[in-house]
């Protein structure tokens, strides 16, 4: 191991003439998501944050989970963990079904998962190219579940070259804080090739993750340490586009994901548990550009079998299709409008293993447990010639259970010229629309058809303050009320009857977004965020008040790159069941602040290499009590690109 550790480190401080300048990235200057339509960051009314290829490549063997838990309000919990923890996605005190995930244009779900949430292990990091992201709610445009945020991935395009490839690897430790064993014990291979024959674009993604380090469960103080748990995932991807004329392109893709993660009893118990999560993708889409506009249609079907082999058997398998069709319209130099029309249509069974039997038995049929939602929808953007600009919108939402309802967003900014900088006043009032998931309505323990949906409201303000590319400054304040608030709750104790409920009751989720990024020059970058968050007692749990992350990087010339970062989380609630005395009892998890290196070499055109240090001072930490965290680890790796 030492030997790896000197050439690696070899290779990063020698041979420096053979660097390379780093491929173009798309300008941070222009955004997307928050208008469907290609947007100058200065008449954007929303904080957008876009995480670019360059970012994402400097922070090698990252899933995309740990990436996104270092922007502000977000806290991916289960991010930091063993590779199969469950992800919780806490945005601005919100939950998992607050948040929705797009990939390539069309939101993707899990209609049998508690908060029909995209599982975010399913994704292949190292064939993403961008992220966008954008806070607050979003329904008018995205539809029901965007109410604290919409995650936008967008995956990489082929080369224009007749045909290209790209191969990753790396390898590194996988240890808990004060374990000695520095083994390798986890994997990640990646392999692409893709290119361009005249109309006809391709590209082929295959990617695999494996580690076997940590336990889920940490082992009592003073006991030996229990069996690691194996996370092993597997994704291959078809792109597949055609270009009918300048003007119109047509893509379809096929994609394959799936792993397998072993867990440990929610007791507190070792035990040798087993989910299987297996999900088939195929969709794509349409652009025609014309004029004055264009036309998008986005689609997306999806098979997800997932089995849990535990003491509490159980199997699902679920489909979910999606489209968005919507036309933009340039009226004038002022005014866009878009026109859309949104459908999602979701379904599922489940079998389970009923007590004194040994066979699985359906307990939820897909002719119960389905519905579908087309929401046709309306945006208008202004853009002013002295600084206003407005971006408004209302959705009909049209659910197969609950009829129709409609959801709007009002986002004002006022943008003042100052020769080379920009301040940027902004403002939003917008509305959200949560469904319940199929399994809260249909679960045979736990389900109650008799759910409402779920609204939110939510208020922004703040400012932006920027100097060309070289600094710019933004603080926000928001404040979300949630209605029908839907909860999991104890209907009866003694006979352990739970459900889930509409709570009666209004709660709401306030705070303050800051968010700092400045360039030193050429080769220096400095970047830093803060978030409070406040929420009401019922909604703490696991979500830290104080969040903090920064980053320092440092461009040694073209090809050779170091940054150092720091996150911090404060102190945050959690409930864990108590075994002797069977009941849930509240406990504070402690802050802590973890302190990572990555630093990356071109040696020379066709080979990168790189090395990460992750919780370089071995905090020791908790995401969910006694489940464990990851302590100090390093991952070496290369890059050939031909």
């Not at 004060?178 to 014990?185: F, I, V, Y």
């Not at 199997?315 to 933009?328: E, K, L, P, Q, R």
Request: hydrophobic share 35%; with cysteine.
């Amino acid at each position: 191991m030492k030997n790896i550790c000197l050439v690696i480190m070899a290779l990063f401080v020698g041979n420096y003439a053979f660097g390379q300048t780093q491929p173009k990235v798309e300008s941070l200057d222009s955004v997307f998501i928050d208008s469907k339509t290609p947007t100058a960051r200065k008449n954007s009314g929303k904080v957008v944050v876009v995480i670019d290829a360059k970012t994402l490549e400097a922070q090698p063997g990252k899933n995309v989970a740990e990436v996104l838990t270092e922007v502000s309000g977000i806290e991916i919990n289960g991010s930091r963990s063993n590779a199969g923890a469950n992800l919780g996605y806490f945005v601005r005190g919100g939950r998992n079904r607050q948040v929705l995930i797009v990939i390539d244009g069309v939101q993707l779900s899990d209609p049998s998962s508690i908060a029909n949430d995209f599982d975010l292990r399913l994704l292949n990091a190292s064939s993403v190219e961008k992220i966008e992201i954008i806070k607050g709610a979003s329904s008018v445009l995205y539809g029901s579940g965007a109410a604290t945020a919409v995650i936008s991935i967008t995956t990489k395009k082929a080369s224009k070259k007749e045909i290209a490839a790209v191969f990753t690897s790396s390898l590194g430790s996988d240890r808990a804080e004060g374990d000695e064993n520095s083994d390798l014990e986890s994997f990640t291979n990646a392999a692409s090739v893709n290119g361009t024959l005249g109309k006809f674009d391709y590209r082929l993604d295959f990617g695999h993750r494996y580690s076997n380090g940590l336990s889920a469960v940490s082992a009592p103080e003073g006991a030996p340490n229990f069996e690691e748990d194996v996370y092993n995932q597997f994704n291959t991807q078809v792109n597949l586009g055609y270009a009918i004329s300048e003007k119109i392109k047509i893509n379809r893709f096929f994609a394959v994901d799936n792993y397998t993660a072993e867990f440990d009893d929610f007791s507190y118990v070792d035990a040798d548990n087993r989910i299987n999560n297996e999900q088939l993708r195929t969709g794509g889409r349409l652009q025609w550009d014309y004029g004055k506009g264009s036309v998008v249609l986005s689609d997306n079907h999806s098979w997800i079998d997932r089995s849990i082999e535990s003491g509490f058997p159980a199997m699902f398998d679920a489909t979910s299709s999606s489209f968005d069709v919507f036309g933009s319209y340039r009226l004038n130099d002022q005014f866009t409008l878009i026109a859309g029309v949104n459908g999602v249509f979701s379904k599922f069974n489940s079998f389970t293993i009923p007590f004194g039997e040994s066979q699985f038995m359906q307990d939820v049929n897909e002719d119960t447990a389905n519905f579908s939602i087309v929401d046709p929808y309306v945006n208008a953007t202004y853009r002013s010639d002295f600084g206003l600009n407005v971006n408004a919108g209302v959705r009909l939402n049209n659910h197969s259970d609950y009829g129709t309802h409609f959801v709007y967003s009002v986002n004002p900014s006022y943008g003042i010229d100052l020769g080379n900088s920009l301040i940027k006043l902004l403002g939003s009032y917008s509305t959200a629309y949560i469904t319940p998931s199929l399994f809260q309505l249909y679960d045979p323990l736990y389900g109650n058809d008799q759910l409402e949906p779920e609204e939110n409201t939510t208020i922004e303000g703040g400012l932006e303050f920027s100097m060309g590319k070289d600094l710019r400054v933004s603080a926000v304040y928001f404040n979300r009320d949630e209605d029908n608030f839907v909860d999991f709750v104890t209907v009866d104790p003694e006979l352990f009857i739970f459900q889930y409920q509409n709570i009666a009751e209004s709660f709401t989720a306030s705070g303050v977004e800051v968010e700092v990024f400045k360039r030193f020059g050429k080769d220096v970058s400095f970047s830093a965020n803060y978030t409070n968050t406040q929420v009401d007692e019922s909604l703490t749990l696991r979500i830290p008040e104080h969040k903090a992350n920064a980053r320092l990087g440092y461009t040694l010339n073209p090809g050779t790159q170091f940054d150092l970062s720091y996150h911090y989380v404060g102190a945050r609630d959690d409930v864990f069941f108590n075994p002797d005395t069977f009941e849930s009892e509240m406990i504070e998890l402690e802050s802590y602040g973890l302190l990572h290196f990555n630093a990356s070499h071109q040696v020379t055109k066709v080979i990168r290499v790189f090395l990460n240090l992750s919780n370089i001072l071995d905090e020791a930490y908790e995401e969910v009590f006694r489940f464990q965290t990851r302590g100090r680890n390093f991952r070496v790796g290369f890059e050939l690109k031909f």
